[in-house]
Nanobody, 122 residues
Framework: QVQLVESGGGLTQAGDSLRLSCVASGGMFRSYAGAWFRQAPGKEREFVASISWGGGTTYYADAVKDRFTISRDNAESTLYLQMNVLKPEDTGVYHC???????????????WGQGTQVTVSS
């Protein structure tokens, strides 16, 4: 069983940057691919980015490509999401997840974090 705890969210302005962190405990995090999802108020949860267990393969949603970067430090059991040039439409609760690289892109994960709120004002 892997427990995931996110941090780094907050209130910021359009154009600013934030870095989210997700610390894993209780299991072999390095065996799983990792991903970030987000859910805006009144909307369904959507895929943001994913990364393979070794970090060599990454995928991004079109809406965040070239602005967000996903990375991981397996020695620290931590997943990161660097978010640059933030926009109001990036507002939402950001969840990290762990599972299969293929199924993460489809929205399915073996483990989920509770989420951290990101609010971007215009």
């Amino acid at each position: 069983q892997v427990q995931l705890v996110e941090s780094g969210g907050g209130l910021t302005q359009a154009g600013d940057s934030l870095r989210l962190s997700c610390v894993a405990s209780g299991g072999m995090f390095r065996s799983y691919a990792g991903a970030w999802f987000r859910q805006a108020p009144g909307k369904e949860r959507e895929f943001v980015a994913s990364i393979s267990w070794g970090g060599g393969t990454t995928y991004y949603a079109d809406a965040v490509k070239d602005r967000f970067t996903i990375s991981r430090d397996n020695a620290e059991s931590t997943l990161y999401l660097q978010m640059n040039v933030l926009k109001p439409e990036d507002t939402g609760v950001y969840h990290c997840a762990a599972g299969s690289l293929t199924t993460l892109q489809l929205g399915a994960a073996d483990f989920w974090g509770q989420g951290t709120q990101v609010t971007v004002s215009s």
